[in-house]
């Protein structure tokens, strides 16, 4: 699988066999791109940024110095503007409340195949009044072209204020619905505590008399990582298609080992996936 732009060029591609007992075999056989060969869509790839979050605990006082690195996968030259975001108005947790930040960025220009790495000193004040856990906001890397806009790529920062955290979550909501052969399970969860949460869950589904009937783990969605203090997130599960009826689903929320969030509901399950 090709996951870089390739340029039109000479390329060496070596393939690594392993057999027997640690033994290997590399074969090389050399590659001509063509123009129009293995072109992609240059939006969001144009630059590549590491690391995809920065995320630092700080003691009052405390001060942390982080490198962003930014690189041209380009064959063009790009200006670069930098700028702060809350996570959205008003956001309570908001970084920018918590710690000073200053970024120091060598150019603003970007060269075709080079890289820079600007530094993002976060500090906290030592007699800051703020509470013990997660802090959060945005940096945004916005790319030019001369004067003409091109595309903006975002770096979350974390900061964690060093103390007692508090866990928990509150179950909004529940959803079912057969799909594709499996009865899947939707569980809407906020965060309510004050620091960011990589939540699993269990669901289970119970008939009148208490039985338990299926035992659902459950996820977060694809594609997120954890839930931000007063935001919201999905977690999913599917399990053996049930009969319509009326049941009722317990479901624990859990955090490092930790129940964070319970609940009990009436789940109401209608016909069933007609089959064929």
């Known amino acids: 699988m090709v996951t870089e732009p390739l340029f039109p060029g000479e390329y060496d591609v070596r393939l690594y066999v392993r057999y027997a007992d640690g033994l290997q075999i590399v074969q090389r056989y050399p590659v001509t791109v063509e123009p129009g060969q ?6 969001g790839n144009r630059l590549r940024l590491q690391p995809d979050r920065i995320a630092v605990t700080l003691r009052p006082g405390g001060i942390s110095s982080q490198v962003i690195q930014i690189e041209n996968r380009m064959q063009e030259s790009y200006s670069l503007r930098f700028s702060a975001r809350d996570i959205e108005p008003e956001y309570p947790r908001s970084v920018f409340a918590a710690v000073e930040m200053q970024l120091r960025a060598p150019s603003p ?12 000193t976060l500090r906290t004040s030592r007699d800051a009044d703020l509470a013990p856990g997660g802090y959060y906001g945005y940096v945004d890397v916005h790319v030019l072209q001369g004067e003409t806009y091109v595309e903006t790529y975002t770096v979350p920062i974390y900061v964690i204020l060093d103390g007692p955290a508090h866990y928990a979550a509150e179950i909004i909501g529940v959803h079912t619905e057969a799909f594709e052969g499996e009865q899947t399970y939707t569980v809407e969860v906020r965060n309510t505590g004050d620091i960011h949460i990589s939540p699993r869950g269990t669901l289970y589904l119970k008939d009148e008399s208490g039985t338990i009937l299926r035992t659902i ?5 694809p594609g997120v990582d954890d839930i931000l203090p007063n935001l919201s997130g999905l977690l999913i599960g599917s399990g053996v298609l049930v009969d319509p009826g009326v049941y ?3 479901i624990r929320i859990i955090e ?8 009990e509901v009436p789940l109401h399950i209608e016909t069933a996936e007609e089959e064929g």
């Open 38 to 43: 293995f072109v992609q869509t240059e939006r």
């Open 109 to 120: 220009e970007l060269e075709p195949r080079r890289m820079v790495r600007p530094v993002l």
């Open 217 to 221: 783990p459950l996820v977060l969605q």
């Open 248 to 250: 009722t689903a317990e």
């Open 256 to 263: 490092q080992d930790q129940v964070i969030g319970t609940t």
